[in-house]
């Protein structure tokens, strides 16, 4: 299953905690952006898109859901994982140089998600490993130029 496909990661600045509340000055999402695409001038939060490299770490990190994927999101993950027919779940980065393959045995299904699996959240890998076996292929994160 390839999820690549899924868009960009786009903003609802309206929920940013620096824009509901002033003097907040919250700095989450812009100390983890690997990519420094994100910026905070004047208590307004902006992407520069073209450095976006989607690596998804702003989705988990911000308190208050304010970065979103248009058609992808954790729910769609975890409700493909636990639709697998096979028992084992191998999930890959979108940046990760390996094709995506199937298990011609259906020992284990790989998904390669849009996002780096360290944007991942500890709740959707719980979820999933709570009803299959689950790997992460971090074999080539060591080399990563979004980590």
């Not at 994927?69 to 390996?98: I, N, Y």
Request: charged content about 25%.
């Amino acid at each position: 299953m390839n999820l690549e496909m899924a868009g960009n990661i786009r903003l609802e600045t309206e929920k940013c905690l620096n824009r509901l509340y002033r003097g907040i000055e919250c700095r989450t999402c812009v100390e983890q952006c690997p990519a420094k695409a994100l910026s905070l001038e004047g208590g307004t939060l902006e992407m520069n898109t073209d450095a976006c490299v989607g690596c998804g770490q702003c989705l988990t990190h911000c308190p208050t859901g304010v970065f979103h994927m248009e058609s992808w999101d954790e729910k769609t993950l975890v409700k493909q994982a636990l639709e697998a027919e096979a028992e084992t779940v191998v999930l890959f980065c979108g940046g990760h140089p390996r094709p995506y393959r199937k298990s011609k045995s259906q020992e284990f299904e790989c998904l390669r998600i849009p996002i780096c699996l360290a944007g991942l959240s500890k709740a959707v890998l719980f979820e999933i490993a709570a009803k299959k076996k689950l790997e992460l292929m971090l074999d080539n994160c060591s080399q990563c130029e979004h980590t």
